[in-house]
């Protein structure tokens, strides 16, 4: 049956693959209009689209390199009637010289546009708004004023562009839709058949590999992890590494790619929310399809763990219910999208201007998520953590922290425990969040000031780099693509930002402790072995000393799988938490517990 299953999972994912080289694209004035319509008249005067207007290809990367196409001639025919060009250049120094002299004013720029026709006009007021600093300054010669202004030209372009063309920074954002409308073939003739035959077998040859296990005894058993080639940074676990690190390329900056498996998924988006399907509605019902599955392999392996079972209920819930189901049942009755189980830092985007006028103007509703939104860091963290931990979050609600124990579940004995990889990891999560709330305050700062600088920092880099760095590269590329090679807590342990927050209260301020029974200890070393956030737990069990670390995120793996029952999760009064009293063993060990008894 496990054969089968596994079986069912191969064919099922092979189609998926497949499906991104069965798609076929066709350009047209349709989807063209569709697609960008406030500029589309710029790209259906291209020679380019009147050269593949109706044409059939099959190859998606040739299509995407003529659209591209497409977009770089409207923007040079832009460029060519309204943009700054070398000759303007030329002319602009050329006007710049009186009696020997040079200098740049208002009459070199009448001069050097001196017909009065709109177009002339247009370019002596941007000339005149981005180069006014140079008036009255003296230069050196006329090479130092060129060169000014080839570089100023780029920037006088690029404003033009972002106004009435295609900014080369947001190609993709054309891309993306022209790509889409233009995708045809059996995801688009059949898209509920091709859903059914990916992505539900998948899940159900899943499903089906794992239903024997219910004829093991639960829980984990050390049975060859560290000889299997998916479970140990074998062959099978790179080529699943490389299959997740690619996914999270494609869907953050290549999305254009994949619109095979998108518009496959369009009509179940249309029947949630009424809206068309994009790569981030894909992400979400992988995501949670992946939770599910995976979750229900967790409950069939813990099945004789209350705890465990709890919390994988817990975050299959959330994550279906609170982060993916309402909020497109949100959008189905026009209000604001919003996962009510998200928050900052982790949620870093909260306060940007787009989100905040968002909920500002969406009725009381709106109010009410952003006042919860803020509550929920500012006084829910600190009261739950207080009585519970940061587990009550990491471990049965976080989205994160719900697919590292289900589908990274077969990854945790990965976590690096040494001394070394405790230190990086303190250096860069806590880095994180220094560098979340420095954001979120310049972001802020802008927000209710109107200046996009503050000490020399430019609020809108700043966002785009944390965007890009920590919201891209680090939580998707590296923290789930890298669990077949390190660990399935990558991203909890190395970069949360609220994973730190969370951590700092718990480590100073709360009940919550695991507890040891040293003098049980038989060092098997389980406990270490299973801590996916990369504990030396059987070091402080040998010692018969209270786990107190801000990283644990309360799991309960490593209570589970101790032989002895040395391990145990407790909430207890805050005074006594935190005991260093080593266990002695030897002669000394007896002197000394005669001394204490004299």
Known sequence: MKKIGLGIFILAFLLFIALLSMGK?????????????????????????????????????????????????????????????????????????????????????????????????????????????????????????SSILSNKKTDINNSILSKKGFESSKMGEYIFPITKNSTQGLSVNSPWWMFLFTLIFASVGVIVHVLPDLKKYPGIKNDGIYKNAATNRGWIGVLVGTFLIGFYILLYWFPYYITTWIVMVEPLKRALSGGEASQWFLYGLMYTL????????????????????????????????????????????????????????????FFFEWNLNKLRNSGGLGLFMLVWGIAL???????????????????????????????????????????????VERWLIH???????????????????????????????IRKTYG?????????????????????????????????YLGLVQKFKSRFRITTNGGQCISCGNCSTYCEMGIDVRAYA??????????????????????????????????????????????????KLNENLK
């Open 431 to 461: 880095g994180v969040l220094v560098f979340a709330v420095v954001m979120t305050g310049l972001v802020l700062y802008t927000y209710f000031s109107g200046n996009n600088e503050v000490f020399g920092l430019n609020s809108f880099s």
């Open 25 to 145: 694209y066709v350009v047209s004035k349709e989807t063209i209009e569709k697609s960008v319509p406030n500029k589309a008249q710029l790209i259906l005067q291209s020679n380019s689209f009147r050269y593949n207007d109706g044409k059939e290809f099959t190859n998606q990367y040739l299509f995407v390199e003529q659209i591209k196409l497409m977009l770089n001639q409207s923007n040079e025919s832009i460029l060519a009637k309204e943009g700054i060009t070398d000759q303007d250049i030329s002319n602009l120094v050329y006007h710049s010289n009186f009696d020997g002299k040079l200098n740049f004013t208002q009459n070199s720029i009448s001069q050097a546009f001196s017909n009065e026709t709109t177009l002339d006009t247009s370019k002596q007021k941007l000339i005149t708004e981005n180069l006014s600093w140079l008036f009255g300054r003296e230069l050196s010669d006329s090479e130092e004023l």
């Open 290 to 349: 992946a939770m599910l599955v995976m979750g229900v392999r967790m409950l069939i392996k813990y099945r004789n763990n209350k705890y465990q079972i709890f919390r994988t209920i817990s975050v299959m819930f959330f994550q279906l219910g609170f982060a993916f189901l309402i909020p497109e049942i949100l959008v189905k009755l026009n209000q604001p999208e919003f996962n009510f189980a998200n928050m900052w830092p982790l949620d870093y985007d």
């Open 377 to 423: 860091f500012a006084i829910g963290v600190p009261i739950f953590v207080y009585f519970f931990g940061k587990r009550w979050y990491c471990s049965w609600v976080c989205g994160c922290g719900g697919l590292a124990e289900t589908l990274g579940d077969p990854y945790r004995q990965l976590s690096n425990k040494t001394l070394k990889a405790w230190k």
């Open 542 to 591: 040998q010692k018969g000393q209270n786990i107190v670390r801000s990283s644990c995120v309360g799991c309960g793996v490593c209570s589970a799988v101790c032989p002895r029952g040395v391990l145990k999760l407790e909430n207890g009064p805050t005074d006594s938490r935190v005991e260093d009293l080593p266990i002695i063993l030897g002669n000394d060990g007896i002197a």
């Open 468 to 500: 890009f760095l920590i919201g891209s590269v680090f939580s998707g590329v590296v923290g789930t693509g890298f669990y077949p090679l390190f660990g399935n807590r990558t991203w909890c342990r190395f970069g949360c930002p609220l994973a730190a």
